[in-house]
């Protein structure tokens, strides 16, 4: 009986202790998100201030790729308040607006004010941001959100 056990044992045990060794050769590399590769070479670019609209063409490359990448969205709307293009900000966020859920939308809710009112669309802004306030449910953003509610009651 004794020895029945260990023809039956005495191969598991082996073929285990193979595949465990096989396994340390195994290429341990971690996978890369190649959109996100992309995306980090072309802020790159635009950073470098060099040749900013072939970095902007990277990233409408990839929004052509994924049309709702939300990074790439928030990306281009961005870019698009820094460069005054303030109703292309208003589309991109609100695009990114309706992609989003939670903390990321009330961020999006935000920018899409900030485009309102540097569009001068007073009464959308802060519209926009009394929705952000009240999705706002870790009160994270509130003082952010009251103070840009103060500066447009101001304007």
């Known amino acids: ?3 029945s056990f260990y023809k039956i ?3 598991i045990l082996l073929g285990a ?3 465990l060794v096989s396994l340390q050769f195994v290429s341990r590399v971690p996978s890369v998100d190649q959109d996100d590769v992309d995306l980090k070479k072309a802020l790159l670019v635009i950073e470098k201030g060099e040749e900013p609209m072939k970095g902007i063409m990277m ?3 990839l929004l052509e790729k994924d ?3 939300i990074d790439v969205i928030w990306q281009l709307g961005d870019l698009s308040i820094q460069s005054g293009q303030y109703p292309k900000a208003i589309a991109r966020f609100e695009k990114f607006v309706s992609l989003t859920e939670g903390d990321e939308k009330v961020s999006g809710l935000i920018k899409l004010s900030d485009s309102y009112f540097f569009d001068e ?3 959308k ?3 926009t941001l009394l929705k952000a306030k009240a999705l706002d449910k870790d ?3 509130e003082a952010e959100i009251q103070e840009r509610i103060n500066i447009i009651n101001l304007n």
Do not use: D, H, V
């Open 1 to 3: 009986m004794k020895s």
């Open 9 to 11: 044992f005495i191969p």
């Open 17 to 19: 202790l193979i595949i």
């Open 59 to 61: 990233l409408r490359a």
């Open 67 to 69: 049309p709702n990448n």
């Open 121 to 123: 669309k007073r009464q």
């Open 125 to 127: 802004a802060l519209e």
């Open 139 to 141: 009160s994270k953003l």
